[in-house]
């Protein structure tokens, strides 16, 4: 076949006219860069912006002691947590063998969660604004489980706080432990970092309600 010389020639498409498939920020990640940052640096007067504490990642922990004799539990944590999570956790085996608790090593006890990046912004985002405040009689987070390096853990009674969790599709409450690590070397940073992100801490010096007593009636003599 004889090619056409007034046929312009056909231009590879270049890799700068491929559409960019841009992935945003969740919008605790946006407040965290717009609103935290500049506080942190005012507060504490950091000179570099390397300095400036931030989320290294968030570890989600649900123990499953019930799984030794009800291997349906184990199933369900990891349904639930998934849900919540939105990862895959992964299955967390006894290292030692206890007798007293018919527990052998290597048995399936509990699973755990490590997120990071956006999904770990997302879920803290609904754990603060959405789950915390569903606690029954809740009275704001305690802010004495700081470990003493800027990490903070908190633990949850149930998983039926989180609105992505149907009431009629679990078996059994079960508490959450959550750890969140922080690039912060002191305390005192990191609760002030969380607080600024709407952690809702408890007030210091804050006594526990007292409950009024009825009025004592007096016989009469």
Same mark, same amino acid.
């Given at each position: ?14 890799? %700068?006219?491929?559409?960019?498939? @841009? ?14 940052? #500049? ?5 504490? @007067? ?50 030692? @063998? ?15 969660? %490590? ?17 915390? #405040? ?18 903070? $853990? ?24 959550? @750890?969140?690590? $922080?690039?912060?070397? %002191? ?12 952690? #809702? ?7 526990? #309600? %007292? ?11």
């Amino acid at each position: 076949m004889a090619r056409n010389p007034q046929a312009a020639p056909v231009e590879a498409p270049r890799a %700068t006219d491929a559409p960019q498939a @841009s992935i945003g920020k969740s919008r605790l990640h946006e407040r965290y860069e717009r609103d935290v940052v #500049p506080v942190l640096v005012r507060d504490f @007067s950091y000179k570099n912006p390397m300095q400036v504490p931030r989320l290294a990642k968030v570890n989600v922990n649900v123990g499953v002691g019930e799984a030794i004799a009800n291997s349906k539990a184990l199933d369900a944590t990891v349904r639930d947590v998934s849900i919540i999570t939105g990862q895959k956790p992964i299955i967390k085996k006894a290292r030692k @063998s206890i007798a007293q608790f018919k527990l052998r090593e290597g048995m399936q006890v509990g699973v755990s969660v %490590t997120l990071r990046g956006e999904r770990m912004w997302e879920f803290l985002d609904r754990l603060m604004n959405a789950a915390l #405040p569903r606690t029954r009689d809740f009275r704001g987070v305690p802010s004495r489980s700081f470990d003493g390096r800027g990490n903070f $853990t908190l633990g949850l009674r149930e998983q039926l706080i989180f609105p992505e969790i149907s009431y009629d599709q679990v078996d059994r409450a079960r508490g959450l432990e959550v @750890s969140i690590v $922080t690039t912060a070397e %002191t305390d005192q940073e990191a609760r002030r970092l969380l607080e600024l992100l709407g952690m #809702p801490f408890q007030r210091e010096g804050e006594a526990a #309600p %007292t409950v009024a007593r009825p009025p004592v009636r007096r016989r009469r003599r």
